[in-house]
Each structure stands twice: as structure tokens, then as C-alpha cells.
């Protein structure tokens, strides 16, 4: 059984040179949880953005409107594994 947690934060970041679209900083929370039932195969569920955090990953000013695309909200999964 191997359990991970990943915490990143990214500071305040600007999206365009004239820094006028920007964004607070942000932390995301990511988890999984692996168990390997033999040395070849395994099984994973994973938690992305475990906080439900809002914030964009893209952002474009134009000259009628401004644009962003968020990312995505929380998440869950499963993965099976195979190692050769």
C-alpha cells in the first residue's frame, strides 16, 4: 500500500506583459492512495484538487473582453496498473 499527498502553491502570477490580468496566489491539494496486488499489477484512486480550489490556468485581455480558462474543479479516479 503507498499513500501520497502533493500540496503545491504558486505564488501571485501575471498573465500578460502590461500585468493587468492577474491572479492571487493558490494552493492545490492532490492525493492517491496505490495498492499492488502482485509485483505487476495495481490499482490507484486518486483525489485532484482536494480543496475544490477556483482559480485559472490561462488568462487573455483582448479589446472587447477578457478571457480565462479555470482549472479543473475537484476531482476523482481510478487507475490500474501494470509494471512489465
Known amino acids: 500500500m503507498i499513500a501520497s499527498v502533493l500540496y503545491n502553491y504558486t505564488g501571485k502570477i ?3 506583459a502590461d500585468n493587468r490580468l492577474h491572479q492571487d496566489g493558490v494552493s492545490v491539494v492532490n492525493g492517491s492512495l496505490e495498492y499492488w496486488a502482485t509485483s505487476h ?7 485532484d484538487n482536494l480543496t ?7 488568462g487573455n485581455g483582448g479589446s472587447t473582453a477578457d478571457a480565462g480558462q479555470l482549472a479543473p474543479p ?11
Open 52 to 58: 475544490d480550489a477556483r482559480y485559472y490556468i490561462e
Open 14 to 16: 501575471y498573465f500578460e
Open 41 to 47: 499489477w495495481g490499482v490507484a484512486l486518486f483525489a
Open 74 to 84: 475537484r476531482t476523482f479516479g481510478v487507475n490500474f496498473k501494470f509494471d512489465y
